[in-house]
């Protein structure tokens, strides 16, 4: 098989993944047989990030775009949804204002692979 359709199979399955975990967190965990408290489900909705994060990465990894533009755009992607999400949380009260140093240094990483594209 050539890189470009495992690529796009590992790309529709972790956006799957990292849908179920970003917004069907507590069944997950329930079939795990994990406790579905509210700092798990934090966890898993930021680990649910992260896999589409990667996810991004693969599918332009198959895209014309250039290796290092990919990269940027991917990244900067996974760390803006990071970001997204801990916003999220931070709103609904499920985490207290120490996540904001992670927020913030997670849309510092976003636009700093932006701005690498200017």
Do not use: D
């Amino acid at each position: 098989m050539s890189y470009t359709i495992i690529a796009l199979v590992v790309a529709v399955g972790t956006s799957i993944l990292g849908n179920i975990f970003m917004f069907s967190s507590a069944t997950l965990l329930k079939q795990w047989g994990l406790p579905s408290s509210v700092p798990v489900q934090v966890i898993a909705r930021r680990l649910g990030a992260v896999y589409l994060g990667i996810a991004s990465l693969l599918l332009l990894s198959i895209t014309s775009i250039p290796t290092t533009i990919a990269m940027a755009i991917g990244t900067a992607a996974m760390s803006a949804l990071l970001a997204l999400t801990g916003l999220v949380e931070l709103r609904a009260g499920r985490v207290n204002k120490g996540i904001i140093r992670s927020i913030v240094i997670e849309l510092l990483l976003s636009i700093g692979l932006l701005s690498t594209l200017l």
